[in-house]
């Protein structure tokens, strides 16, 4: 067998001296770059791509925040000021395709850059993955999950906001699991409580923690698995299980990360 | 023609004009609001219309109250046909002038209008019995207290009365048809009425004419006075409802608005030939605000929103910072919203368009602690079966609460300081943004 080759990740300028242009931006986001939980999940993602030879690159160091947190929280400056500095840097690339596993870049990239001047064929990781099950690119192998029952947590930002509640379902299943839906689900799916800026802040004095509330869903589901599908709400919904102190029996995991293991990658 | 039929013609006429009086008077409040063009996309929003507002296709995501307000608003559009006749027959002193024209049709009309006043009538009470027996969370939220509480039960009492009054009516007509009265041609079927008031037979002429021409009387005054009702009450979403969604927000939930007057400031900063001491260009318009402090700053589409709410409080069952006992209410902000435009309204009227009352929807109405609360999650927005936006007046006092008065909770103002100076929300460097491919 192949020894583990040591794992790769090319930038948009490692590409560009050599002249070359990769077929998808992966757009990393903040917390996929620095929040320690998350960074496994960009790793799984890009050895999934690795696995598939396909030809992506990141941009590194060149990445900045889309201004996503800045807008909701009401900075409408700092937000543009981001966006259009983004904007500089991804034309300076001539990017025309990004993939990322974070629905707020999602949705900011998708929706409110095109007015700024940039425009971009974007999608969310769920659905880069499952449009290369499609294709036949990507094969699904090996069975960890099957029969192991598999709740999603829609984000608020790739669901209610852009609609997309079956990629991520159409994953689970493809792993041959037993998607098991949550109380509140799709369209009436509960937030994990951190959209909106409100990841960067203590909440406002109530009863109790969104993300506790959200557990009475998860101890009614009983899953094996919460899939998420954004680095808050897997931030969240971890802290939500651990305050239940159900983390031996519950786990959290991105869709990304349940292929990457079902795959051996 | 004689007496009676002066005071009907007269009495419609009243009621006709102080209508007009007060939609002129809400419209003038709406259009206090920014401009803004929802004339795009005409046949999306048609459809839109069809499905939302006409079709109820959201009210039956809740199916007991849905199925129940179908009843009543199927009631409420079929049985106005026959108000057509009840108006005519008021003005000309005729008797079921529709009758003869329309023949056995017309038996099946007043068999459907009886049938479903029945509905209403049923539907009205279970509602009376959910908002004030049954313990139902929406409807006991801290903003329902007193008057909302109270006009809700005012709508539901007069609608019960106003379909006793019809059916009364009807099993009165019905007897006397039965006796061969004069001027009472035989016409209509009556299944319900018959039901409910067959002991009417037993009655004198007499005694059946004054029911009649009471339960006459009462329906069709409290008819007009309950379209006068309706620009005091929340129940103005019989009316607005249908032009609301229609202008509804036909882009992704997720796709908040780049504020043009910032965006202008900001191509400047990224434009190496403008010059930074140029004295701006000559303009007769005031520099626009950065959101809205005061319902002046909203746009028109938002107040006209506040204006179709009618507190079912869908949106705050859904939204997970009122689920948690947050101060927030989205149903909250649309009250306030319209509370507030009254009063600017009131205001207006009284001392003309340079008073100002120093007081602002942002503080006196809603406060900051409700906007903080939000998680911008659209709940609110998916759950309105009117397509009314909370959410976007909640950003538009962020907005202002940030850009203009500097409110800024500390977390959030490190936060800003941080995607300043690194590019993240956290303070990591930009130059270690790549350092988890190597860890």
């Known amino acids: 067998m192949e020894q583990e080759s040591a794992f790769k990740v090319s930038t948009m300028a490692d590409l560009a001296t050599k002249g070359e242009k990769p077929e998808v931006l992966f757009w990393v986001g903040c917390a996929a770059s620095f929040d320690d939980r998350a960074k496994k999940v960009s790793k799984a993602f890009a050895k999934i791509l690795n696995s598939i ?16 947190p800045a807008k909701r929280a ?53 659905q880069f993955l499952q449009a290369l099950i499609d294709e036949g690119r990507l094969k699904i192998e090996g069975g960890t999950f099957k029969g192991k029952k598999i709740s999603f947590h829609d984000p608020c930002y790739l669901g209610r906001a852009n609609e997309e509640y079956e990629a991520p379902r159409a994953l689970i299943q493809e792993l041959d699991a037993d998607l098991v839906e949550l109380k509140r689900c799709k369209s009436k799916g509960l937030c994990c409580g951190a959209g909106g800026a409100q990841m960067f802040k203590e909440s406002e004095a109530g009863e109790k923690e969104i993300n506790v509330e959200r557990m009475d869903d998860v101890e009614e589901a009983k899953p094996d698995v919460v899939a998420v599908g954004c680095p808050f709400c897997m931030t969240m919904m971890t802290d939500g299980v651990k305050s239940k102190e159900k983390e031996h029996e519950i786990k959290v995991y991105d869709l990304a990360e349940l292929i990457a293991e079902n795959n051996n990658l | 023609m004689g007496i009676a039929n002066i005071v009907f013609a007269f009495l419609l006429l009243g009621a006709i004009v102080w209508f007009a009086q007060n939609i002129k008077k809400i419209s003038r409040n709406i259009n206090l609001g920014k401009d803004i063009d929802l004339n795009d996309r005409k046949s999306e929003r048609w459809k839109k219309m069809f499905l939302v507002a006409i079709g109820q296709s959201k009210m039956v995501k809740k ?26 027959d008021g003005i000309l002193g005729t008797h079921r002038s529709f009758a003869s024209p329309l023949g056995p049709f017309y038996d099946a009309l007043i068999f459907s209008f009886e049938v479903l006043a029945f509905l209403v009538l049923f539907a009205c009470v279970v509602f009376l019995i959910r908002r004030n027996i049954l313990n139902i969370k929406r409807f006991g939220f801290r903003e329902m207290i007193g008057w909302p509480k109270t006009d809700a039960n005012i709508i539901l009492i007069v609608e019960i009365l106003l379909m006793f009054a019809f059916l009364i009516m009807n099993a009165a007509d019905n007897a006397l048809q039965i006796k061969g009265a004069d001027h009472y041609t035989e016409a209509g079927a009556f299944p319900v009425s018959e039901l409910m008031f067959g002991h009417f037979v037993n009655y004198s002429e007499a005694a059946l004419i004054g029911i009649e021409r009471g339960a006459w009387w009462f329906h069709i005054i409290g008819v007009l006075l309950f379209l006068n009702y309706l620009p005091y009450s ?6 607005l409802a249908f032009p609301n969604v229609f202008f509804s927000k036909l882009d992704p939930k997720g796709k908040f608005d780049n504020m043009e007057s910032v965006k202008k400031e900001v191509e400047m900063m990224f434009d190496p030939s403008a010059d930074p001491y140029a004295a701006p260009a000559e303009s007769d318009t005031p520099p626009e605000r950065f959101g809205a402090k005061d319902v002046t700053d909203l746009n028109w ?24 006992g947050k101060l927030l209410s989205p149903r909250k902000i649309m009250m306030d919203t319209r509370d507030r435009l009254e009063e600017v309204g009131k205001i207006l009227d009284k001392h003309g368009a340079d008073h100002n009352d120093g007081k602002a929807l942002l503080g006196d109405f809603i406060k900051e602690e409700e906007l903080w609360a939000c998680t911008t999650c659209n709940a609110c927005v998916e759950a309105c079966p009117v397509s009314i936006n909370p959410l976007s007046i909640i950003m538009d006092m962020r907005r202002s609460l940030v850009m203009e008065e500097s409110k800024i909770p500390n977390e959030l103002a490190g936060m800003f300081t941080n995607i300043e100076n690194n590019g993240a929300p956290w303070q990591f460097a930009q130059s270690d943004r790549a350092n988890w491919v190597n860890e």
Do not use: W
Request: some cysteine; hydrophobic content about 35%; glycine content about 8%.
């Open chain 1, 53 to 68: 030879a396909l030809n992506y690159a990141i941009l590194g160091t060149e990445e900045s925040c889309t201004g996503d």
């Open chain 1, 74 to 126: 009401g900075n409408e400056f700092l937000f543009q000021m981001q966006a259009m500095t983004n904007i500089q840097v991804l034309e300076g690339y001539e990017v025309k395709k990004i993939v990322t596993t974070c629905p707020h870049c999602f949705n900011t990239l998708k929706n409110e850059y095109p007015s700024l001047g940039g425009n971009y064929d974007v999608m969310h990781h769920s």
């Open chain 2, 63 to 88: 199916p007991i109250s849905g199925v129940l307000h179908i009843l009543v608003y199927v009631g409420f559009v079929i049985i106005n046909i026959e108000m057509l006749e009840i108006v005519l």
């Open chain 2, 234 to 239: 929340k129940h103005f979403h019989i009316i």
């Open chain 2, 301 to 324: 589409k938002q107040l006209m929103d506040a204006y179709s709410c009618t507190e079912c409080g869908r949106c705050t069952q859904q939204c997970p910072a009122s689920q948690t």
